[in-house]
């Protein structure tokens, strides 16, 4: 059987390997001059492998039509691609938050990893070669695929595994969605997933009237916060959307960061969430330290005040805060910095513990497609066999990766939906 594999990411080489196992025929056509250049940006460069929670886990990970991949991470679980780089010689560690990387800390050596094993099992990869159709015929049945340069392949079966519209660089534009739709599919809205959110700069923040969110962002740009935990609100209810406790960054253009990135999956598919945050009723809540309760925190301050009573409020915080932190704190308390700490009442203090409890940022919209590390939406997965990755409207058409309309939080969850739903249709 000849087997054609559209896109040379993390999901069409799995599905090509997996494929040339069971005896078929394959080649790859990948559009750029080289595969898996998305692979290569993963985890900043390093490669975040997969997540080592129960492979039961994935799917509560997965806003995005979790459970439509319940049988590909039977398929093929986080243990078999941990498996498959160790037969490739990469070693793998685990991190933080059950992620797991390559130990040499190089997104490269598991791009090299897929690349050896596809040529030591002769898998033809034509790189410069971007597809127009796929042709069916009148039974709606694959026969082949066209080329853009007017080539013609013939093919028993295709599986498409082009990407979504995030990091259109590597190749991701989106192009996959309109050759499934020739077809008759349907593509459900794609959104921007795992992307930054920007703040807002029209509204005040609580208690200043002089600063709003992205004036704050701006002054803690390049400000990366660990073990803080954040709580993104819908304020028209007083709703809680989401929350998680981790890593976060401030931008030039409001917040970014692993937590900031699994909220917006989160965001996207909140009721109404386009007028929610025209109307900047959408607050993320970051408590600086989650560890203290307020009465904690309150002791903890005294005790800095007292050791640093002769001290300027500005200069006595350098234990609590990060020194980037303390200026932007102190101007939304509204005490003036220059006070000396053994002048600060007891309001004061307590001002300054609600904040450092709840540092409030407006949140105004999400970054663009083209800063998500995924894609919300796709090929919908009504149309899909869970069991196989076969369209059920073309015979011989498979789908694989993040053209289908699934998406996952960081941590390793959406490559590995790439190398299950590939393995599944390869082996399908």
Not at 89 to 97: L, T
Not at 178 to 190: D, F, P, R, S, V
Request: with cysteine; proline share 3%.
């Amino acid at each position: 059987m000849k087997v054609v594999v559209i896109g040379g990411g993390p999901a069409g080489m799995m599905a090509a390997i997996a494929s040339r196992k069971m005896g078929n025929e394959v080649e790859i056509l990948e559009k750029m001059d080289s595969c898996g250049r998305k692979l290569l940006i993963t985890g900043k460069g390093r490669c975040n492998i997969t997540s080592s929670l129960p492979i039961e886990d994935f799917i509560k990970n997965i806003p995005g039509n979790g459970r439509f991949l319940y049988s590909s991470f039977q398929n093929y679980t986080n243990e078999d691609i941990v498996n498959f780089l160790r037969e490739q010689n990469v070693q793998v560690k685990e991190e933080r938050g059950n992620r797991v990387f390559p130990c040499s800390d190089k997104s490269i050596d598991v791009l090299n990893a897929f690349l050896r094993k596809l040529k030591e099992l002769k898998v033809n990869i034509s790189t410069n070669s971007e597809v127009e159709e796929i042709l069916v015929n009148e039974s709606n049945k694959v026969i082949g695929v066209k080329l853009k340069n007017e080539d013609y392949i013939e093919a028993d079966k295709v599986i498409l595994a082009t990407g979504g519209k995030s990091y259109p660089s590597t190749g991701s534009t989106g192009a996959g969605y309109e050759i499934a739709k020739k077809l008759g599919h349907t593509i459900t809205q794609i959104k921007p997933s795992l992307v930054p959110l920007c703040a807002n700069s029209n509204l005040s923040i609580e208690g200043s009237a002089e600063k709003n969110s992205l004036q704050l962002c701006k002054e803690l740009q390049g400000l990366s916060l660990r073990n803080v935990a954040i709580c993104i609100k819908d304020m028209k209810i007083n709703k809680v959307i989401y929350e998680d406790f981790g890593e976060m960054l401030f931008t030039h253009f409001g917040v970014s960061g692993p937590t900031i990135l699994s909220a917006s999956a989160h965001l996207l598919r909140y009721k109404n969430i386009e007028d929610l945050l025209k109307d900047g009723n959408i607050v993320l809540q970051i408590d600086l330290k989650p560890a203290l309760s307020e009465e904690k925190l309150d002791n903890r301050i005294l005790r800095d005040f007292e050791k640093f009573k002769n001290r300027e409020l500005k200069n006595s915080l350098d234990e609590l805060l990060p020194q980037k932190l303390i200026s932007p704190i102190i101007d939304l308390t509204g005490i003036d910095k220059d006070k000396k700490v053994n002048e600060i009442t007891k309001e004061e203090r307590k001002r300054l513990v609600k904040i450092l409890k709840c540092l409030k940022i407006i949140i105004k919209d999400f970054r663009g497609i083209e800063e998500a590390i995924i894609t919300a939406g796709g090929v919908s997965i009504k149309e899909i066999n869970p069991k196989t990755m076969e369209s059920k409207k073309i015979q011989g058409l498979y789908f694989a990766g993040e053209i289908i309309d699934v998406d996952a939080y960081t941590g390793g969850f959406n490559l590995q939906i790439a190398y299950s739903t590939g393995y599944t249709a390869g082996i399908s």
